[in-house]
């Protein structure tokens, strides 16, 4: 059974860090693309970006909202996906879902929630 | 950026009326539309991938179609699991953009 566990979310001053996780199961972990995605309350879905497996270089594509800002990285002997938040915004806050795949995001986490306030 | 805008915004609907949910890209996407439902509180779940592609374990009753700019999303029958909003999203190319949703609540 596939799982997707994300962690690290809670309540952070603006400009201050945040590194989310998401652990990944029930699939091999290094064949796929992770993408992270989130949603602000009561607001609509926002795509934030992705890292390509191993087999395709792992590189990375981010949305101009948090490019420079945002860091999508991974750890295949782990399987775990990360996201690390520099500069963070009060436009950031939400809730933060990682998802399997680059694009048809077959299988999400619960998500994390993520609060940027002073 | 694709733009992606979808109507209604919102439809009132009783058991067992047939749905139609359209969504429009800003530019051609080439047939790479999913779709997803969402229930408060609870992540999205994949319902359509590839503009008419039933996602495992979703029931037939629900349906895509589309090319181009424009798409849909078809409940034949709908069900009382089915009030939720619905949610489209392009991935042609990046940024991969979602629709601002529909909602579908009980008539």
């Known amino acids: 059974e596939v799982q997707l566990v994300e962690s690290g979310g809670g309540l952070v001053k603006p400009g201050r860090s945040l590194r989310l996780s998401c652990t990944a199961s029930?699939?091999?972990?290094?064949?796929?693309?992770m993408s992270w995605l989130r949603q602000a309350p009561g607001k609509g879905l926002e795509w934030v970006g992705f890292?390509?497996?191993?087999?395709?270089?792992?590189?990375?594509e981010y949305a101009a909202s948090v490019k420079g800002r945002f860091t999508i990285s991974r750890d295949d002997s782990k399987s775990i996906a990360y996201l690390q938040m520099n500069s963070l915004r009060t436009e950031d806050t939400a809730v933060y879902y990682c998802?399997?795949?680059?694009?048809?995001?077959?299988?999400w986490g619960q998500g994390t929630l993520v609060t940027v306030s002073s | 950026d694709t733009q992606m805008t979808q109507s209604p915004s919102s439809l009132s609907a009783s058991v067992g009326d047939r749905v139609t949910i359209t969504c429009r890209a800003s530019q051609t996407i080439s047939g790479f539309l999913n779709w997803f439902q969402q229930k408060p509180g609870k992540p999205p779940k994949l319902l359509i991938y590839?503009?008419?592609n039933l996602e495992s374990g979703v029931p037939s009753r629900f349906s895509g179609s589309g090319s181009g700019t424009d798409f849909t999303l078809t409940i034949s029958s709908l069900q009382p699991e089915d009030f939720a909003t619905y949610y489209c999203q392009q991935s042609y190319s990046t940024p991969f953009t979602f629709g601002p949703g529909t909602k579908v609540d009980i008539k």
């Open positions: 998802t399997r795949a680059q694009a048809r995001h077959d299988f």
């Open positions: 890292i390509r497996g191993k087999r395709y270089g792992g590189t990375t």
């Open positions: 590839a503009t008419s």
């Open positions: 029930g699939f091999t972990f290094s064949d796929f693309a």
